[in-house]
């Protein structure tokens, strides 16, 4: 068969659930998805798993256990768009054509934009969450002192909190280990501030001090000396907050003029940079920087009304998170089934909602959740259970991250039910 009502490529959190919702409004729909992974990853675990707080296994199941019945799967990689012949080519299978198209293959590690980075992940120099959860775990126990280096790229990176989670984490292994006082965990990030959402700015300012994290706003990295244990970092800041270091400071840091950085590390956890698949980036569907170019309120896509496309994909200026598509898609849905019933797609649908679970320590949590202008928009539902503000860190909110998300991912999410 080569011809689908709806065709999704990508069997991620967003094109599992776009296919399940669009079945449960109507199960006559004629659907394929587009996905060659044999495994489903529940991916917003991996923070855990990094600091032995979760079995990594049961954060995979078998792709066939989420496919939703009724639903073509076609096992392949989608490799080009002809979006005004309304077909996409595959590589084996050859071309499939739509009357729909869901884009929702997600995004791609490129660690080759930083210099050293392949070959620091390649030696074990390098640990990432994003990569290997299981030995970024590995790293933290075997270390056993010195500089812990934590630090992001200045591209979109998905989930935008995992890489500070993680230095919490560490900070609270290493405190509880007797490694505090040998140990320097730093955190360095391209952002001027922790987090763009004041109210949780506020606590993880607090967080910071009680760990004595050393924080480095405007610290791009741009170079791993693999050899010497080295990160260079650019320094972005405007002229006026420039920083000063002196060649003594603790952290062994050098400046050389005024924005080469370089900081010697012990370990080193990252997230690499990250970018729209090839195949996305290099068609006619995607803007300049490489992202889907969709409207940011209705995901449909801006030049080809037949055209969605949702998750990290997508050029929406929000966090990149399995929340964010947990909102994306109800809204993705109706407008098919309206475009389906030649009406007009509602463009003013989706505010931007994205949240973040910022764990700060083991038991420990705080929930960041907000919209496009980066207001603290707590989910009155999600409220009315915790009794407590959600952007303070509670006990409540680890369990929640630890045992509720994961149950409302495989059971309620990938089931297509509203949530
Ligand atoms: P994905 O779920 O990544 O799925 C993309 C799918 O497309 C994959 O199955 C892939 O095989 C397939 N694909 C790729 N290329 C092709 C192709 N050419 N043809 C066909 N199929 C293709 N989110 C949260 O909400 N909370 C968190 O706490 C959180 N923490 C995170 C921590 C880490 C370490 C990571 C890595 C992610 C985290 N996330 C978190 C982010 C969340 O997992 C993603 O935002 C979410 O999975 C995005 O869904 P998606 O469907 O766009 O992409």
């Known amino acids: 068969k080569s011809h689908y009502q709806v065709l999704i490529i990508g069997g991620g959190t967003a094109g599992i659930m776009t296919a399940a919702q669009l079945l449960r409004k109507n199960r006559k729909l004629d659907i394929a998805i587009i996905e060659p992974s044999e ?12 600091a032995g707080a979760y079995d990594f296994k049961k954060t995979a199941k078998p792709m066939a256990d989420v496919m939703p019945s009724g639903v073509d799967w076609i096992k392949d990689r989608a490799k080009a768009f002809q979006p005004k012949q309304n077909t996409v080519s595959t590589e084996s299978s050859g071309d499939i054509t739509y009357d729909f198209l869901v884009v929702a293959p997600g995004l791609v590690m490129e660690p080759s934009m930083i210099k050293g980075l392949p070959e ?14 299981d030995f970024t775990w590995e790293t933290i126990r075997n270390f056993k002192g010195g500089n812990a280096l934590f630090t992001q790229p200045t591209t979109p990176i998905k989930c935008g909190g995992a890489p500070q989670k993680i230095a919490y984490l560490a900070a609270d292994y290493f405190g509880k280990n007797g490694l505090k006082n040998k140990t320097n965990v730093i955190f360095a990030t391209p952002g001027s501030v922790i987090f763009g959402v004041k109210e949780i700015r506020e606590t993880l300012m607090k967080v910071i001090d009680r760990y004595g994290i050393h924080f480095k706003p405007f610290y791009a990295p741009k170079e791993i000396d693999v050899e010497n244990k080295i990160v260079h970092f650019s320094h972005t800041a405007p002229e006026e907050n420039r920083c000063i270091i002196n060649e003594d400071n603790d952290l062994g840091e050098v400046m050389i003029g005024d924005v080469d950085i370089q900081v010697p590390f012990d370990m080193l956890h990252l997230a690499p940079p990250q970018a729209a698949p090839k195949f996305v980036r290099d068609s006619a569907l995607a803007n300049a920087s490489g992202w889907l170019d969709v409207d940011h309120h209705s995901m449909q896509h801006n030049k080809f009304g037949n055209i969605f496309g949702l998750g990290d994909v997508a050029a929406l200026p929000t966090a990149k998170t399995g929340a964010a598509v947990r909102k994306q898609v109800p809204v993705v ?14 463009n003013k649908s989706y505010n931007g909602y994205s949240s973040c679970p910022l764990v700060t320590g083991y038991g420990k949590m705080t929930l960041a959740e907000f919209d496009y202008n980066n207001n603290f928009i707590p989910d009155p539902k999600l409220k009315r ?3 407590f503000n959600s952007d ?6 680890w369990m929640l ?8 991912y495989w059971n309620k999410m990938m089931k297509g039910k509203n949530v």
């Open 39 to 50: 495994t489903h990853y529940y991916q917003p675990a991996w923070t855990l798993v990094g």
């Open 392 to 397: 303070k860190e509670h006990w409540r909110l």
């Open 120 to 133: 620091a992940f390649e030696k074990g120099v390098a640990c990432s969450n994003y990569i290997d959860p």
């Open 401 to 408: 991250k630890k045992y509720g998300l994961p149950n409302l």
């Open 385 to 387: 259970m915790l009794v």
């Open 333 to 346: 849905v109706d407008n098919i089934l309206k475009l389906m019933e030649h009406k007009s797609a509602d």
